[in-house]
C-alpha cells in the first residue's frame, strides 16, 4: 500500500511545484555583482608563471623553478627552500645572518631571494 505523505501531512512536506528541467537561477544581487566583477579592468596577458619566469630572468642562477620540486614555487637554487619562506622570516623581524644560518643558506642567497621578491612586486 503507497502512502502518499504530502496528502497525509500536508503542513510538514512541502510539494515542489516547479518543474525539474527548469535551471535554478541565480540571486539577482549576485548576477549584478559578477556583471561588475567582469567590466572591472584586469591585465590578462600576465599570468602569475610570467611574472615569476620573468624574475627569475633578472636574477640569475639564484632562483628556481621546477613543476618536480615543491609543485613550482620559487625556490632558491638547488635547494628546497621556498622564496616565501625567506620573505616570512625578514619580515618576523629575523636578521640576514640569522635566517640564512637557520635555513642552512648563504646570506648572498637570502638577499637574491629578497630581491626577487621585490621584482614580483614590483610586477
Known amino acids: 500500500m503507497k502512502v502518499d505523505v504530502a496528502r497525509s501531512f500536508p503542513s510538514r512536506v512541502p510539494r515542489h511545484n516547479h ?68 620573505c616570512a622570516m625578514i619580515g618576523e623581524g629575523y636578521s640576514v645572518g640569522r635566517v640564512a644560518k637557520f635555513l642552512s643558506i648563504s646570506d648572498q642567497q637570502v638577499k637574491d631571494a629578497l630581491k626577487f621578491a621585490g621584482i614580483v612586486f614590483e610586477q
Not at 525539474?20 to 600576465?46: F, G, K, T, V, Y
Not at 628556481?64 to 609543485?71: A, F, I
Request: net charge positive.
Open 19 to 86: 518543474r525539474h528541467n527548469m535551471r535554478h537561477r541565480l540571486p539577482e544581487p549576485w548576477i549584478e555583482a559578477r556583471e561588475r566583477a567582469d567590466a572591472l579592468p584586469c591585465d590578462d596577458s600576465q599570468t602569475l608563471g610570467s611574472v615569476f619566469d620573468h624574475a627569475i630572468s633578472k636574477v640569475e642562477r639564484a632562483i628556481w623553478r621546477n613543476k618536480r620540486v615543491l609543485r613550482g614555487v620559487p625556490c632558491i637554487r638547488n635547494t628546497r627552500v621556498p622564496v616565501y619562506q625567506v
